[in-house]
């Protein structure tokens, strides 16, 4: 088991940044793809930003590429991701996932096989 705990929504203007944390805990596998995924509301969740343990190679979603930066701290306890220049269709509840294997890519939803429960990021205009 894997626990997920995300931190650092909040509401924020366009143009502003915000950082948020996703604590893990629990039984990791030895490789994984962590990573950020959304959810506005209406819409289905999609993928912001993931991780690959094992080379560290980033991922990131074509409209978030050069705002949002995702990272990992030393000992893999701790992610985060970085967003600046946020724009109101940023808005949506977001979602710290993991799942095991290797991926080259942000991995499906529907193969994530950990969550948090969200953190709320509203941007306004």
């Known amino acids: 088991q894997v626990q997920l705990v995300e931190s650092g929504g909040g509401s924020v203007q366009a143009g502003g940044s915000l950082r948020l944390s996703c604590a893990a805990s629990g039984n990791t596998y030895s490789r994984y793809s962590m990573g950020w995924f959304r959810q506005a509301p209406g819409k289905e969740r999609e993928g912001v930003a993931t991780?690959?343990?094992?080379?560290?190679?980033?991922y990131y979603a074509d409209s978030v590429k050069g705002r949002f930066t995702i990272s990992q701290d030393n000992a893999g306890n701790t992610l985060y991701l970085q967003m600046n220049s946020l724009k109101p269709e940023d808005t949506a509840m977001y979602y710290c996932?993991?799942?095991?294997?290797?991926?080259?890519?942000?991995?499906?939803?529907?193969?994530?096989?950990?969550w948090g429960k969200g953190t709320l990021v509203t941007i306004s205009s």
């Open positions: 996932a993991t799942a095991p294997g290797v991926w080259i890519i942000i991995p499906p939803t529907s193969r994530m096989r950990y």
């Open positions: 991780i690959d343990s094992g080379s560290g190679s980033t």
